[in-house]
């Protein structure tokens, strides 16, 4: 039976008419077909058009294990394209920032709060390695920062003696050494790049970027902390769920296994605590608060540096904090006194004790009333008196010159250096005093006023300094008297 055989009206339900009725006025009969018709009408339509044809035979028979095999090969050799550098250039912060601000809004609060107390930042290629690699490269970044050649040679016999850790547990010198050379020629770069005063550190990024040095390093990294661990079970099966030897053979010794919190105190512990260089991690999550969640990992703080990493769920990047600012304030030497005699001073004229807490600002003799003078032709006879008053010019009179007597020629007077420097206050002479005192470097807890020296006057200790938070300037009116 084809389905041409089939009348139209055989299943056709609004069509399906007795041949002796006609349908009534409208688009639809006034007598609808039941329910129970319908159904029967289409399933002799389905008996219809299947009755010649076989049912389908699905086949679940599982794969034979050579082709499971061969699917699993495809599988572990399958590399995603991800793009960029395996350890980028320092860049602002700002650009993650951006990728939350549409995000979560606690993600995008906390990247926001970041990009203001971490401005930089390197990203790491997300390969599975960043992880590791974000902490070796960060390593190497500390020692370089250092510019001490003594301490990068250092920690070179220090992580070549962590041999003795492999050694123990049964690796092979002939198998690690390969990676033992790539990190012992990273120090060399670093101490050579010391030595020249170089201040680039583009070199290491180059060196991370190569991926043969990047997974030498990593790989010698894993093993030294795989060693570590299995050497120190108590302070980390407790936090397993599986054999630590397990552990170490698929989370810690596989390439391309992204770190785990374990494993990572594992590595700082093992490996970078050595060496005084702090750890620290960033979290960003969706706690509270408008910050992330810092936690450091390394026992010594602070250290000689710090390695800051941002973890955001299953990655690992690096951060690196705003570089605290000096303060180049004029520092005045209190320790100058202590060891100076004032007993030679005329202190009869002097209008201040002298005592150690008011002699104890530095170059007191350089100041500008008893700088030195310059070279004449001839020298004074008190190079420290007051200045002379000035010769009136006066009308020469014509008088017959005096007899010259003829005496032998005395040698002309030579300066052999400059004048000798004072060991004692000259006596005050009656034009006014030589040291200007100023008025408001009186102290409260001072009876008598100190001496305006030329470090103390620029210094914000003065009252009289700008600078100076009990600062108040004062105004001059020239027919007022010299104080």
């Not at 570089?323 to 209008?351: G, H, I, K, R």
């Not at 030329?454 to 027919?479: C, G």
Request: net charge negative; proline share 10%.
């Amino acid at each position: 039976m084809s389905l041409s055989d089939i009348h139209r009206n055989h299943f056709d339900p609004l069509n399906h008419f007795h041949p002796r009725e006609e349908p009534g006025p409208g688009f639809y009969s006034q007598h609808l077909p039941s329910t129970a018709f319908v159904t029967h009408g289409i399933s002799q339509l389905s008996s219809a058009l299947y009755a010649h044809q076989t049912p389908p035979i699905f086949n679940m028979n599982p794969l034979s294990p050579e082709e499971m095999e061969r699917y699993q090969e495809l599988s572990n050799k399958f590399e995603p394209d991800l793009p960029g550098l395996l350890v980028s250039h320092k860049q602002s912060t700002d650009a993650i920032a951006m990728e939350y601000a549409n995000a979560d809004p606690a993600f995008a609060r906390k990247t926001n709060a970041l990009a203001v107390t971490h401005p930089q930042s390197r990203i790491m290629k997300g390969d599975g390695n960043c992880g590791w690699r974000a902490v070796a490269f960060g390593y190497f970044e500390n020692l370089f920062n250092l510019r001490d050649p003594l301490q990068a040679h250092r920690e070179l016999v220090r992580i070549k003696s962590l041999n003795h850790l492999l050694d123990q547990v049964g690796q092979q010198e002939h198998l690690y050494e390969i990676f033992v050379d790539a990190t012992e020629e990273v120090f060399g770069q670093i101490t050579g790049a010391i030595e020249r005063g170089e201040r680039d550190d583009s070199f290491l990024a180059e060196l991370f970027n190569d991926e043969y040095n990047s997974n030498a390093i990593i790989t010698h990294f894993r093993l030294l902390t795989s060693a570590w661990m299995k050497l120190n079970p108590h302070r980390y099966q407790a936090f397993l769920s599986m054999p630590l030897d397990q552990y170490c053979a698929t989370r810690i010794e596989t390439v391309k296994t992204e770190i785990d919190e374990v494993g990572l105190q594992g590595l700082v512990d093992g490996v970078i605590d050595g060496s005084g260089i702090a750890v620290e991690i960033l979290y960003l999550d969706r706690s509270e608060g408008d910050a992330v969640t810092s936690h450091v990992l390394s026992q010594t703080r602070p250290g000689i540096g710090a390695i800051r990493l941002l973890y955001r769920p299953g990655h690992y990047d690096l951060l690196y904090q705003v570089e605290p600012t000096m303060n180049m304030q004029p520092v005045v030497n209190f320790q100058y006194a202590m060891s100076s005699n004032y007993a030679p001073w005329d202190t009869s004229d002097l209008s201040f004790d002298v005592n150690s807490t008011l002699m104890a600002i530095p170059n007191l003799m350089m100041d500008a009333p008893f700088a030195l003078a310059p070279q004449m032709s001839q020298p004074p006879s008190d190079p420290y008196r007051a200045s002379p008053t000035q010769e009136v010019y006066q009308t020469p009179v014509h008088t017959p010159p005096p007899p010259t007597p003829v005496t032998s020629p005395q040698p002309p007077i030579r300066l052999t250096g400059p004048p000798p420097i004072m060991s004692s206050l000259p006596p005050r002479s009656n034009d006014g005093p030589q040291i200007r005192l100023n008025p408001l470097v009186m102290k409260p807890n001072l009876s008598h006023s100190l001496p305006v020296t030329a470090p103390f006057k620029n210094s914000p200790y003065n009252q009289a300094h700008f600078q100076n938070q009990d600062f108040e300037p004062i105004h001059w009116e020239p027919h007022e008297a010299r104080k």
